[in-house]
């Protein structure tokens, strides 16, 4: 009995931990105000290695109440995904949306989809939307961590970015 107590803890204390730089939007929640000079900070070109290759993400600065973004990983010197989006000033809040490209530049998500997420708060150094965390480490560091869902699991990804 005190071993399967023990292997129960450990697993729901390892799902939490999983998740500790990430938030969920809450149900029924309200989106706070901010603009995009809040997180102007984000722009640039960025490089970091993750899921076994390089990653690489430019965003440009805020312009046209919005900011965009592309993405790409490398591995064994072919790309092996995309992503484009941006952060958007809707009303007085922000929305991430971003969508995701194979290597031939077909999309994953349906024609007219895009996976969004509300922002949840700003704190400090660091940016909370729905299952995406945005963390200024200095001028030249960021870390982004997303949770990703495959296969009915859930993990948080980290991505470690320097500006190039």
Known sequence: ??????????????CCKAQENTVKFPENGMVPKANLNQVSW????????????????????PLGDSMMFSFKLVSDGKVVFYELGGIRQVDETLIFQLKHFGNDFKGWEEKDETVDAKLVKIEGNRVYFDEFTFEKISDTEINIYVVIKENGETEEVKFNYKKQ
């Open 1 to 14: 009995m005190k071993n399967a107590l023990l292997i129960i803890a450990l697993v729901f204390f390892s």
């Open 42 to 61: 984000i722009q640039g070109h960025w490089k970091g290695e993750a899921f076994g290759g390089i990653t690489e993400e430019i965003w440009s600065p």
